[in-house]
Nanobody, 125 residues
Framework: QVQLVESGGGRVQAGGSLRLSCAAS????????MGWYRQAPGKQRELVAS???????KYADSVKGRFTISRDNAKNTVYLQMNSLKPEDTADYYC???????????????????WGKGTLVTVSS
């Protein structure tokens, strides 16, 4: 029904940069928030950054000033530019969208969440 295609993960040295992309497709009427979460081994999944459909952003304190989230509403795509990467940024990064699948759900205010499968980011010291 809905597909999220994540890309851009990989291995980089500390201080380097990566750009993650997540393209949503399928049965989507409109998307509210789009976001990136991460989960490191042995830790809980945490919010990295999110962006509303009007461009309001939120960041985890640990990434403020280093990461930038953006979205292209015409392409249903969200991006995460990660600069000055640190070893502690190593994790699986997951894309999340909050969306309406059709007009009927939109009218009812019934939004759903969907997760990508994740992309691994490894930062070496």
């Amino acid at each position: 029904q809905v597909q999220l295609v994540e890309s851009g993960g990989g291995r980089v040295q500390a201080g380097g940069s990566l750009r993650l992309s997540c393209a949503a497709s399928g049965r989507i009427f409109s998307i509210n928030d789009m976001g990136w979460y991460r989960q490191a081994p042995g830790k809980q999944r945490e919010l990295v950054a999110s962006i509303t459909n009007i461009g309001r952003t939120k960041y985890a304190d640990s990434v403020k000033g280093r990461f930038t989230i953006s979205r292209d509403n015409a392409k249903n795509t969200v991006y995460l530019q990660m600069n000055s990467l640190k070893p502690e940024d190593t994790a699986d990064y997951y894309c999340n969208i909050n969306y309406y699948s059709d007009y009927a759900q939109f009218r009812q205010g019934y939004a759903m969440d969907y997760w990508g499968k994740g992309t691994l980011v490894t930062v070496s010291s």
